[in-house]
C-alpha cells in the first residue's frame, strides 16, 4: 500500500519540529526560567520600563526627571501600550512576557517567507537558523522598543515576497508608533517595491498607475510623520539634539564621554558592519551542536563564514530568476543599504548606522541561506529531481552551517543584569516613603534603584544620556552637585544636595573613599580633584555619617539627610 504524499510530508514535518524542540528546547527553558526570576533582567530596562511604574495602582512619585525624559524620547505607540496597561498588568512581568510573542511573530514571519522562496524545508531550516543565535532574543529580551524591530520588519519582508503592497505600507505607517529605524526600512522596501520592481513582478500593485504609487508612497509617508510628531514635539522642549560635532563643547558626546570610543570611532563600510553582523548571525561557539565539528573550524571561521555568505550571494542569483518573490525579495537588501548610507549621511537623526544592518542582515541570513541553497541545488540538478534537490539543497547549506559554526541557543540571552538575592539595600530603599529620592554615585548600586526599588533616584549612569542639549546640561549641575556632596571636606553640600535639590536618602560606597570614583569626561578631571581635597582635609560625609545613617550593609551605608 502506498503512503500518500500529503501524509509523508506531515510526518517528514513533524520529526523536524521534534528535532528543532530537542535541540534548542532547553535554552528557551532555560531563558524562560530567567524571565521568571525578579532579580534577573536586562540593563536597558533601567530605562524604558521603570517609568511605566508610575502608572501601575502603587505609583512612583512625581515628578520625576529621569522618567520624564525616558518617557519624552520614546517611541508614541510603545509608550501608550505600556501606559495603557500598566493599570492592569504590571510593566515589569509583562516586559518579561512581551519578548516571546515578538520573538514567535518574527519566526513565523521569517518562516513564511523562506517557505515562499525555499520550500517547506527552507522554512524549517529558517527557524533552526533563528534559534540557534542569541541575536533575537538578545534583541528583544526586555520588551523595550527596540523589540520590535524584527518583527515589523519580519512582517514587512513576508509582505515584499507576496506582493502585498498595502499590507507593507500599512506597516509602515505602524512601525514609527514602536521603533523608527524598522520604519525607514520598511519605507524604502514600499518604495522600491512601487519603483524599482518591474511592473508585472509588483503583486497587488501591478496595476497601479504612477499617480496612484506616488500617492500611495506619500501618504504612508505623511502618516508616518504624524505618528512621530507628538513625540519630536515633547523631545524639542530639552533642547537640540547633540551629534558628534559637539563634543568640543560637550566632551559628554566625545570619545572620553558617556559613549566612550565607539562615539568617536569612524562608522564602518556597509560590507564591513554587514560581514560583521553576518559573524555574529552564524558563529555561534558556545553550545555547539556537535563540539567536534566545531572544532574543526579553529582558527579558520572567518574563512568558512565567507564560505557561507558566498554561497548565499550565489544562491541569490537563481533565487532572483525563479519567481517574482525572489526578485522582490530583493528591495531588503537595497533597503538595508540605502538607509545605511542615509543614518550615515544624516547623523544623529536617523540612529545609529549599525542598526540598519543588525535589524534586517540576521533575518536575511536566516531567509536567502536556506533559500537560496535550495533554488541553487535545483539549477544544477537534472529537472525530475527538482523536488529532492529543493530540499537537499537547503538541507546541505543549512545543516553545515549549524554543524561547522551554530550553536543550540542561548539560555542568558539579553539578560545582562542579575543581581544577589542575598543583598537587602534593595528592600531597604523599597520600604522608603513613596515620594523619596535617593542620591548615590551613578553606575554602582543607585542604577538599579527606580527599576528594583521603584523609588526616584537623583542620577544614575543608566539614565545620563547625552543626547539632548537641556538634559545634559542639568545632568552637570546633577553630578557636580554629587560629587561635591559625597567627596569634599564641607558639610554645607551636603545640605544644598538636600535644601536645593530635595534629596532624601544618600547611598554612601566606602570603597569611593580610598580612590577617586571612575566617571566620564568632562567630570573626570573634577572628581579627582575634588577627591584629593576631600581626602588631604577629611571628607565631610565620614564625619557625619555616624550620626545620620539608618542603614548598612557591608560596603553600602544609607544616610537620612533629614538628620543633618
Same mark, same amino acid.
Given at each position: 500500500?502506498?503512503?500518500?504524499?500529503?501524509?509523508?510530508?506531515?510526518?517528514?514535518?513533524?520529526?523536524?519540529?521534534?528535532?528543532?524542540?530537542?535541540?534548542?528546547?532547553?535554552?528557551?527553558?532555560?531563558?524562560?526560567?530567567?524571565?521568571?526570576?525578579?532579580?534577573?533582567?536586562?540593563?536597558?530596562?533601567?530605562?524604558?520600563?521603570?517609568?511605566?511604574?508610575?502608572?501601575?495602582?502603587?505609583?512612583?512619585?512625581?515628578?520625576?526627571?529621569?522618567?520624564?525624559?525616558?518617557?519624552?524620547?520614546?517611541?508614541?505607540?510603545?509608550?501608550?501600550?505600556?501606559?495603557?496597561?500598566?493599570?492592569?498588568?504590571?510593566?515589569?512581568?509583562?516586559?518579561?512576557?512581551?519578548?516571546?510573542?515578538?520573538?514567535?511573530?518574527?519566526?513565523?514571519?521569517?518562516?513564511?517567507?523562506?517557505?515562499?522562496?525555499?520550500?517547506?524545508?527552507?522554512?524549517?531550516?529558517?527557524?533552526?537558523?533563528?534559534?540557534?543565535?542569541?541575536?533575537?532574543?538578545?534583541?528583544?529580551?526586555?520588551?523595550?522598543?527596540?523589540?520590535?524591530?524584527?518583527?515589523?520588519?519580519?512582517?514587512?519582508?513576508?509582505?515584499?515576497?507576496?506582493?502585498?503592497?498595502?499590507?507593507?505600507?500599512?506597516?509602515?505607517?505602524?512601525?514609527?508608533?514602536?521603533?523608527?529605524?524598522?520604519?525607514?526600512?520598511?519605507?524604502?522596501?514600499?518604495?522600491?517595491?512601487?519603483?524599482?520592481?518591474?511592473?508585472?513582478?509588483?503583486?497587488? %500593485?501591478?496595476?497601479?498607475?504612477? +499617480? !496612484? &504609487?506616488?500617492?500611495? $508612497?506619500? *501618504? #504612508?509617508? /505623511?502618516?508616518?510623520? =504624524?505618528?512621530?510628531?507628538?513625540?519630536?514635539?515633547?523631545?524639542?522642549?530639552?533642547?537640540?539634539?547633540?551629534?558628534?560635532?559637539?563634543?568640543?563643547?560637550?566632551?559628554?558626546?566625545?570619545?572620553?564621554?558617556?559613549?566612550?570610543?565607539?562615539?568617536?570611532?569612524?562608522?564602518?563600510?556597509?560590507?564591513?558592519?554587514?560581514?560583521?553582523?553576518?559573524?555574529?548571525?552564524?558563529?555561534?561557539?558556545?553550545?555547539?551542536?556537535?563540539?567536534?565539528?566545531?572544532?574543526?573550524?579553529?582558527?579558520?571561521?572567518?574563512?568558512?563564514?565567507?564560505?557561507?555568505?558566498?554561497?548565499?550571494?550565489?544562491?541569490?542569483?537563481?533565487? %532572483?530568476?525563479?519567481?517574482?518573490? +525572489? !526578485? &522582490?525579495?530583493?528591495? $531588503?537588501? *537595497? #533597503?538595508? /543599504?540605502?538607509?545605511? =548610507?542615509?543614518?550615515?549621511?544624516?547623523?544623529?537623526?536617523?540612529?545609529?548606522?549599525?542598526?540598519?544592518?543588525?535589524?534586517?542582515?540576521?533575518?536575511?541570513?536566516?531567509?536567502?541561506?536556506?533559500?537560496?541553497?535550495?533554488?541553487?541545488?535545483?539549477?544544477?540538478?537534472?529537472?525530475?529531481?527538482?523536488?529532492?534537490?529543493?530540499?537537499?539543497?537547503?538541507?546541505?547549506?543549512?545543516?553545515?552551517?549549524?554543524?561547522?559554526?551554530?550553536?543550540?541557543?542561548?539560555?542568558?540571552?539579553?539578560?545582562?543584569?542579575?543581581?544577589?538575592?542575598?543583598?537587602?539595600?534593595?528592600?531597604?530603599?523599597?520600604?522608603?516613603?513613596?515620594?523619596?529620592?535617593?542620591?548615590?554615585?551613578?553606575?554602582?548600586?543607585?542604577?538599579?534603584?527606580?527599576?528594583?526599588?521603584?523609588?526616584?533616584?537623583?542620577?544614575?549612569?543608566?539614565?545620563?544620556?547625552?543626547?539632548?542639549?537641556?538634559?545634559?546640561?542639568?545632568?552637570?549641575?546633577?553630578?557636580?552637585?554629587?560629587?561635591?556632596?559625597?567627596?569634599?571636606?564641607?558639610?554645607?553640600?551636603?545640605?544644598?544636595?538636600?535644601?536645593?535639590?530635595?534629596?532624601?536618602?544618600?547611598?554612601?560606597?566606602?570603597?569611593?573613599?580610598?580612590?577617586?570614583?571612575?566617571?566620564?569626561?568632562?567630570?573626570?578631571?573634577?572628581?579627582?580633584?575634588?577627591?584629593?581635597?576631600?581626602?588631604?582635609?577629611?571628607?565631610?560625609?565620614?564625619?557625619?555619617?555616624?550620626?545620620?545613617?539608618?542603614?548598612?550593609?557591608?560596603?553600602?551605608?544609607?544616610?537620612?539627610?533629614?538628620?543633618?
Amino acid at each position: 500500500m502506498r503512503v500518500p504524499q500529503s501524509l509523508t510530508r506531515a510526518a517528514a514535518n513533524l520529526v523536524a519540529v521534534v528535532a528543532l524542540a530537542l535541540v534548542f528546547g532547553p535554552s528557551l527553558a532555560g531563558h524562560v526560567r530567567h524571565a521568571l526570576n525578579p532579580l534577573t533582567f536586562n540593563d536597558d530596562v533601567r530605562q524604558q520600563i521603570f517609568p511605566f511604574f508610575g502608572y501601575t495602582k502603587e505609583g512612583m512619585a512625581q515628578p520625576d526627571l529621569l522618567g520624564d525624559y525616558n518617557l519624552a524620547i520614546m517611541p508614541p505607540g510603545f509608550r501608550l501600550m505600556y501606559q495603557s496597561l500598566a493599570p492592569v498588568f504590571d510593566p515589569e512581568p509583562l516586559s518579561k512576557a512581551l519578548p516571546y510573542i515578538l520573538f514567535v511573530v518574527t519566526l513565523l514571519a521569517a518562516a513564511r517567507s523562506a517557505c515562499r522562496l525555499g520550500g517547506g524545508a527552507g522554512a524549517l531550516l529558517s527557524l533552526a537558523l533563528m534559534l540557534q543565535t542569541p541575536i533575537f532574543l538578545s534583541v528583544m529580551t526586555g520588551g523595550l522598543a527596540r523589540s520590535f524591530g524584527f518583527p515589523l520588519i519580519a512582517l514587512g519582508f513576508l509582505a515584499l515576497v507576496a506582493g502585498r503592497a498595502r499590507a507593507l505600507a500599512a506597516l509602515a505607517v505602524i512601525a514609527p508608533a514602536f521603533y523608527p529605524v524598522a520604519a525607514v526600512i520598511l519605507g524604502l522596501m514600499l518604495g522600491a517595491l512601487l519603483f524599482i520592481v518591474p511592473r508585472a513582478e509588483r503583486g497587488e %500593485a501591478h496595476g497601479w498607475k504612477w +499617480g !496612484r &504609487r506616488v500617492a500611495v $508612497l506619500v *501618504l #504612508a509617508g /505623511a502618516l508616518a510623520s =504624524a505618528v512621530v510628531a507628538p513625540a519630536a514635539l515633547a523631545m524639542r522642549s530639552w533642547g537640540r539634539l547633540l551629534g558628534p560635532e559637539d563634543a568640543v563643547e560637550y566632551p559628554e558626546v566625545g570619545s572620553q564621554g558617556r559613549y566612550g570610543s565607539f562615539a568617536a570611532a569612524p562608522v564602518p563600510s556597509l560590507f564591513a558592519a554587514a560581514r560583521a553582523e553576518a559573524a555574529g548571525m552564524l558563529a555561534n561557539a558556545d553550545g555547539s551542536p556537535v563540539p567536534r565539528m566545531r572544532a574543526l573550524v579553529g582558527d579558520h571561521e572567518p574563512l568558512v563564514i565567507d564560505i557561507f555568505l558566498f554561497v548565499l550571494a550565489l544562491g541569490l542569483i537563481p533565487l %532572483a530568476t525563479a519567481n517574482a518573490g +525572489g !526578485r &522582490r525579495a530583493l528591495a $531588503l537588501p *537595497l #533597503a538595508t /543599504a540605502v538607509g545605511y =548610507a542615509l543614518a550615515r549621511g544624516l547623523a544623529p537623526y536617523l540612529y545609529m548606522p549599525q542598526r540598519y544592518v543588525a535589524f534586517t542582515v540576521p533575518l536575511m541570513i536566516a531567509v536567502f541561506l536556506p533559500a537560496g541553497g535550495a533554488t541553487l541545488a535545483v539549477v544544477l540538478s537534472p529537472a525530475r529531481w527538482a523536488a529532492r534537490s529543493r530540499v537537499a539543497g537547503a538541507l546541505i547549506v543549512v545543516g553545515a552551517a549549524l554543524l561547522l559554526l551554530g550553536g543550540r541557543g542561548d539560555e542568558w540571552a539579553g539578560y545582562t543584569v542579575t543581581l544577589d538575592p542575598e543583598t537587602r539595600i534593595y528592600e531597604f530603599i523599597r520600604g522608603l516613603p513613596k515620594d523619596a529620592l535617593v542620591a548615590g554615585w551613578p553606575g554602582g548600586v543607585i542604577d538599579d534603584i527606580p527599576y528594583r526599588c521603584r523609588r526616584r533616584a537623583f542620577m544614575t549612569f543608566e539614565n545620563h544620556n547625552v543626547l539632548h542639549e537641556r538634559y545634559v546640561l542639568e545632568m552637570r549641575r546633577r553630578m557636580a552637585a554629587l560629587t561635591a556632596a559625597l567627596l569634599s571636606d564641607d558639610r554645607q553640600e551636603l545640605m544644598a544636595l538636600r535644601d536645593t535639590f530635595g534629596v532624601t536618602h544618600l547611598i554612601v560606597d566606602s570603597e569611593d573613599f580610598s580612590a577617586p570614583p571612575w566617571y566620564f569626561a568632562p567630570f573626570d578631571r573634577q572628581i579627582k580633584e575634588t577627591w584629593r581635597r576631600g581626602s588631604e582635609r577629611g571628607f565631610a560625609v565620614e564625619r557625619v555619617m555616624t550620626g545620620i545613617a539608618v542603614f548598612r550593609e557591608g560596603k553600602w551605608t544609607v544616610l537620612d539627610l533629614s538628620r543633618l
